[in-house]
């Protein structure tokens, strides 16, 4: 274990208070050596006590449990966190651990992690940049909202296909999960682009593949977090991803799926039909309804629980909706910080 590489976990914040010891908890308990390990967390002025609770768990830390830095960050961005802890992190730094304060993590997984990703580094031809993992369920139980949610999120229909995808094994990506990034990759692309507000992963994550790097995601550990929870909060996040997603695709347009697009196609046929006096304008909304109805029964028969029936659907419709007002705002409005995860 002497031998491994120094790891630099950042975690960005802003409001956790009800997540954040539990996630510091869970880093501070691993395997991994913590003489090898320092962990930034980098706060965006949050003023709902989550300074205070870091400053406190820091002040008790034991004898064998890795360095961890409280940074602050202005304006609460991100990519502007993550760029701050970069810039902090020792020289000795080889690899970072991007993730967030609403997580838990199993007690091996940096060193799984850390030791996959050595194994295919030096098993492959090409220059690896990063490896990202699967996200699942909080280990606690959780609300119904909570659970509704979740189960859309992982449906091919909802976010299912990329950050929140359940995969098997090691595949090459573009889109990896709270990925470790190797410090001379970020290096050689210059860090996030801090003028993003969101999307600064799938952007930074471009400009690696671009420059020739490649980027993994593998199951051989997993991160338990903690998603939205109310229905607010899932409208917001629908709305902040479309919102973003055009900021991405004026950078790199290859970054924009068609599936993404297809509510506006869906809702401007239909229209078209209807103001042409066609009959049969009805067929292309009983299809999207059928399509979605039919992912209620999946996810019904998946979580074996009968509100995914019903509550999948919903969630979609509403989903697909706000992205997609979201998608047509972003092209008129420069953006502020996300507030999907703050309760207000």
Known sequence: MSTMPYIATVIPTFHEKDFIEKCLKS???QTYPASKHHIYVVDGNSSDGTPEIIKDFISKLEDGMPKITLLNNPNRYVSQARNIAFEKISENTEYIFETVAHAT????HIEVRIEEFLELQNSSENKIAAVGTILKPPEEKMPFMANLIEATLANPLGSGRGAYAQFKGLQKT???????????????VDGYDDSLITAQDSELNMRLIKNGWEIWRSDISCIHVTKRQTFLQWLRFGHRNGFWRVKLVRIHPTRMPLGEIAPWFGFLLTLSLFLSGIKLWWIPPAMYLFVILLAGIIETFRWKKGTM??????????LHTTFSIGFLHGFFVKGKAPKDRVQI
Do not use: E, H, T
Not at 105 to 108: G, Q, T
Not at 174 to 188: E, G, M, N, Q, T
């Open 174 to 188: 573009r889109i990896p999960p709270l990925a470790i990034y190797r410090v001379d990759a970020l290096k050689s």
């Open 105 to 108: 993590f199993p007690i091996d």
């Open 27 to 29: 880093l501070c308990n």
């Open 309 to 318: 029936l019903i509550g999948v659907p919903i969630l979609l419709f509403m």
